[in-house]
C-alpha cells in the first residue's frame, strides 16, 4: 500500500458503500466517493456528518468527503486504496474492475465488499489479480468492529496482511479468511444458527421472541466477553465433544431454508423494508428500534476498547 496515497476511492455510496466511506474519513483519509446516482451524492454529507458523530469524531470532516458520477473524475494520482460496495451483480464488479484497473496505481489494493460472490470470480479478469481481495464488513459498517479480509487463489498474501493491518489502525477487528470459501466465516457460522433458529420456529417449538431471547441472554450475552473457542477452552474440550456425540445427530440439516422464511416471502411480509415480517412495523416503530440497537451497540464498542487479550 502506498503510504504516501492518502486518498481512498469508494465505488457505490449507498448503506455499505457509505458507512465504509465514513470509517476512512474518521481514520483520516480522504474519501472519494463515486456513485452514478445523483441522489445517492446529494446523501453523502449529512450521511457522513451523523455517522462521524457516532463515532466520537469531527463531524466538519464530511465537508471534505468528494462526490463523483464516474471514476474517471477522480484524481488517481492520490489514491492509495479502493473499496467497491456496488450492487450485487457479478458482471457490473467485474466491470468496475477492470475499469479501476486501468485508472489505478498498480502498487495499491482493490477490495470488494461483496459477500455474494467468490473474490477470484470478481477479479478473474484482471492483469494485476494479487492485489485484488475481499473486505467484507457487516451491517452498519462503522459500528459493528468485524470486518473480514479475503484472499482468492490469486492474492498475493503480502497484500492481505497489509490490509489487516490498516483494518486495524482504523480501529476495527480483522481477520484474515485464507481461502475463498462460500460465505467466508461470519456469515457461515451466522447462517448456520439461524438454521437452527428458524427450523425451531417452522416447528412450533419456539417463537420467533423466544428465539432472540435465547441468543441476547444467553449465549449471545456471553460473546461479549469471549468467543465459542475461548468458551470451550474454559470449560473444556472433553465436554463439548460429549455433548456433540450427543446433540448433534438431531441438528437441523436441511438443504434449504426453512418453509417459514418462504411463507412469508409469498405473503411480502419481509420485515420492515415492508412494515410486517414476524412483527409489524411502522415509522416510528422502526426509527425506535434501529436507534436503540445502534446504542447498544455503541456500548458494546465501549467495552471492547477496553478489553485486554489474554
Known amino acids: 500500500m502506498a503510504q504516501e496515497r492518502s486518498g481512498v476511492v469508494i465505488i457505490g455510496g449507498g448503506i455499505m458503500g457509505g458507512d465504509i466511506g465514513i470509517i476512512f474519513a474518521a481514520g483520516g483519509w480522504n474519501v472519494h466517493v463515486m456513485s452514478p446516482s445523483e441522489k445517492t451524492r ?66 495499491i489494493p482493490l477490495a470488494t465488499n461483496t459477500s455474494n460472490f467468490p473474490i477470484g470470480e470478481v477479479g478473474k479478469n484482471l492483469k494485476h489479480r494479487g492485489r485484488v481481495l475481499g473486505l467484507h464488513f457487516f451491517m452498519p459498517a462503522h459500528l459493528v468492529p468485524l470486518v473480514e479480509v479475503v484472499s482468492s487463489d490469486a492474492t498475493d498474501p503480502t497484500v492481505a496482511e497489509s490490509v489487516v493491518e490498516l483494518m486495524k489502525k482504523l480501529g476495527k477487528a480483522p481477520i484474515w479468511v485464507k481461502k475463498d470459501v462460500p460465505g467466508f466465516v461470519g456469515n457461515r457460522i451466522q447462517h448456520a444458527m439461524m438454521r437452527e433458529a428458524l427450523y425451531l420456529i417452522q416447528d412450533g417449538i419456539v417463537s420467533p421472541e423466544g428465539v432472540d431471547t435465547a441468543v441476547r441472554y444467553g449465549f449471545g450475552f456471553r460473546f461479549i466477553a469471549c468467543g465459542p473457542i475461548m468458551q470451550k477452552e474454559m470449560s473444556g474440550w472433553d465436554t463439548n465433544y460429549l455433548v456433540a456425540e450427543a446433540l448433534y445427530p438431531h441438528l437441523y440439516k436441511n438443504d434449504g431454508p426453512a418453509p417459514v422464511i418462504k411463507a412469508l416471502m409469498d405473503k411480502n411480509e419481509l420485515g420492515m423494508k415492508t412494515r410486517k415480517g414476524f412483527w409489524e412495523w411502522d415509522d416510528a416503530k422502526i426509527a425506535k428500534e434501529k436507534a436503540r440497537i445502534e446504542k447498544a451497540l455503541q456500548a458494546g464498542m465501549e467495552i471492547l476498547k477496553n478489553d485486554e487479550k489474554p
Not at 468528494?66 to 492509495?80: E, F, N, P, Q, V
Open 42 to 107: 446529494a446523501a453523502v454529507p449529512g450521511r457522513f456528518e451523523a455517522g462521524l458523530q457516532k463515532l466520537g469524531a469531527d463531524p466538519a470532516i464530511a465537508s471534505r468527503v468528494k462526490t463523483y458520477a464516474k471514476l474517471g473524475d477522480i484524481d488517481w494520482s492520490t489514491i492509495g486504496f479502493v473499496v467497491e460496495a456496488a450492487t450485487e451483480d457479478l458482471a457490473l464488479k467485474q466491470r468496475l474492475f477492470a475499469e479501476v484497473e486501468a485508472l489505478a496505481a498498480t502498487d
